[in-house]
């Protein structure tokens, strides 16, 4: 009896008649979706002159072929044939889509243009192919989303599956920007890609959001190369969870509970059932924000080509949003600090997505809410719910107006006051600097010439960061605010810390001095290392605000001598141990406070015991 009851179960969980044959059947179309899409990547990333090497175009129809041939095999195996394409309605789409797209070009091929130069196989030959890679593309993208998805229902730790994330980013877009088309190389020189440490140092500052550069982006990098780093910065901004959640949404699927519990920690919502509508206004709130920023940049690149303006306005609005610093301008925004869609268009999108999604969802519920409750008011119909600010609302938008008001006196005020700056900087310059030196990595002026004293104003700003749950970095806005009232509350000799009429838990206050140890101990730790590799001492505050910058994913970076009577940026000053050491900490920036949050979330275990106090000296 034992035999046929397992027989049974195993009908029951996985309806076919080789379960084991049809798990490896599985792996092989994972594996020819892996092989495929990276033929395609490489496939176009060696293209030149409109020539696909046509070894490239062999492997997405073969891979595709597999995919179809298992999915077939499959289906005759399967003992529940009704429900098969309900319960495989990805593979068997792709598959019809990609026969029906075969019909189609072996029909019209004649009349397609060959979009390969005249290559090998003619236009219908390519059209199997194009057809092969657009299909692939998209079917190994959503299986991948899906295999995240799977992976975090799995009971995996949110902190690793955000490590992961990251470094998975990190990886690809390495290995994008190494394809020689995304580099742009002048007439006469082999056709290469990017090295390897470029590349590496790159997709890690987009993927980062911090904006720190070993090469210059506007030149070193092609149209294309560009596109990837953007892409780079708007995802890792966003974070590798929130659109794999959104995706799962409007999929018409509940995000699970695991997904919320990192959800919950990154982005701040205030239940479960507000999830799926805090995603929804996550992106619609950056993509529109974002689309604004565009269309208010347009002036500002008023004498480039229509094409050029547009890009250019898209990437600078997604960088700003995003904290990420990038910028295709020759000298960031040196000299245009007075121009309107500088000091308030860039410094608008900043400061708002350096705000916080939980925040912005808080205020914008606050704000609709009373806006339905004085129209009901107008109509005698008592309003159902009433909302309020929560303290973690109020504690950012209070610090992060105190910062931005504090930064800009304190560098103006510095500035105009201190040696060898007769003229001083305009408040303007000011203003931008005090908004981007929290994560944003823009600047108005050349950093090299500040004073000391600002710098170090500069290197404060970028410890404490953005806001929790936001694209920028830092330790947050939110914990300087804890500290803040911890401070009065031991001025004012009061046992609990308080604000705004609530009480911050004690764990709460535990787990902001933890944030604030393993930052400062990453800065300093960054800066020890820079400055023992570099063997520069007299460099030594350039190089803390260059670590201050990395690991507060800031992006910005001073100017040193570089011994031929001029000057040039730290980072590119660096010597390659240095360069992976910025590379180390700016990675830990943005996913170590993250990361220790995530691991501090839980409320862990209980004890049965507690041991006697006992009074230690504090000074």
């Known amino acids: ?293 565009m269309l208010l940049l347009l002036p500002l690149f008023e004498d480039l080509p229509l094409r050029q303006r547009l890009f250019q306005s898209l990437f600078h609005a997604i960088s700003a949003f995003c904290n990420a610093g990038f910028s295709l301008t020759e000298n960031s925004f040196v000299g245009m600090g007075h121009l309107w869609s500088v000091s308030g268009v860039i410094a608008a999108l900043v400061i708002i997505g350096g705000l916080g999604f939980g925040v912005l969802y808080n205020v914008s519920s606050v704000v609709w809410t009373r806006v339905l409750t004085f129209l009901k008011q107008r109509t005698f119909r008592v309003p159902r719910q009433r909302r309020r600010l929560r303290l973690e609302t109020k504690l950012v938008l209070l610090s992060t107006f105190a910062l931005l008001l504090g930064g800009t006196l304190s560098i103006y005020l510095l500035e105009r006051t201190g040696p060898n700056h007769e003229a001083g900087i305009s408040i303007f310059d000011a203003w931008f600097q005090s908004v981007t030196f929290r994560t944003a990595g823009f600047n108005t002026v050349d950093l090299g010439l500040m004073q000391p004293s600002t710098k170090l104003i500069a290197i404060f700003l970028m410890v404490i960061g953005a806001s929790p749950g936001s694209t920028g970095g830092g330790m947050k806005t939110i914990v300087f605010a804890v500290g803040a009232v911890g401070f009065l509350t031991v001025i004012r000799g009061r046992r609990k810390v308080e604000a705004f009429g609530r009480t911050i838990s004690e764990t709460t206050v535990n787990r902001a001095l933890a944030i604030v140890f393993a930052f400062m101990f990453t800065v300093m730790l960054t800066t020890i290392l820079l400055v023992i590799f570099e063997g520069r001492p007299e460099l030594f505050l350039d190089h803390m605000f260059e670590a201050a910058s990395a690991v507060g994913t800031v992006g910005v970076s001073s100017t040193v001598p570089n011994g031929l009577g001029g000057f040039i940026s730290t980072t590119f000053s660096l010597t390659t141990p240095s360069q992976y050491v910025i590379i180390m900490a700016m990675f830990l920036g943005r996913v170590g406070p993250l990361t220790l949050l995530l691991a501090l979330a839980g409320d862990g275990q209980k004890s049965r015991y507690e041991y006697p106090t006992e009074r230690v000296t504090l000074g």
């Not at 797209?101 to 019209?108: A, E, P, S």
């Not at 799977?150 to 998975?168: D, H, Q, R, W």
């Not at 990192?262 to 982005?267: F, G, H, K, Q, Y």
Request: a positive charge.
């Open 1 to 293: 009896m034992k035999p046929k009851q397992n027989i049974s179960k195993t009908l029951l969980s996985k309806p076919t008649l080789h379960p084991h044959r049809a798990v490896w059947l599985r792996r092989t179309d994972a594996v020819a979706q892996l092989a495929g899409t990276t033929a395609v990547v490489v496939g176009h990333g060696l293209r030149r002159s409109g020539i696909i090497p046509w070894e490239f175009g062999v492997v997405p129809i073969f891979a595709m072929l597999v995919i179809t041939a298992c999915v077939i095999v499959r289906f005759r195996w399967s003992l529940a044939k009704r429900s098969f394409s309900r319960r495989h309605l990805g593979t068997v789409l792709a598959v019809g889509i990609w026969v029906v797209g075969l019909i189609l070009v072996t029909i019209f091929g004649p009349i397609i243009p060959d979009t390969n130069g005249a290559g090998p196989g003619g236009p219908r030959w390519w059209g199997y192919v194009h057809v092969s890679e657009l299909i692939l593309v998209t079917y190994s993208i959503a299986g991948a989303i899906g295999g995240l998805r799977k992976f975090a229902a799995g009971g995996a730790n949110p902190a690793m599956l955000l490590v992961t994330s990251f470094l998975i980013l990190i990886t690809l877009g390495t290995a994008a920007l190494m394809l020689p088309i995304c580099r742009n190389i002048p007439l006469g020189e082999p056709q290469s890609g990017a090295t390897f440490l470029n590349a590496f140092f790159t997709a890690t500052s987009a993927s980062c959001v911090t904006g720190l550069i070993v090469v210059d982006t506007p030149t070193y990098w092609s149209r294309v190369g560009q596109i990837v780093i953007m892409c780079l910065f708007q995802i890792g901004g966003l974070g590798i969870m929130t659109f794999g959640a959104f995706f799962a949404v409007i999929a018409g699927r509940n995000v699970r509970l695991s997904e919320f519990a990192t959800l919950r920690d990154l982005l701040s919502p205030e239940g479960v059932g507000n999830v799926r509508h805090l995603i929804f206004a996550i992106l619609g709130f950056t993509f529109l924000a974002e689309l604004i920023g």
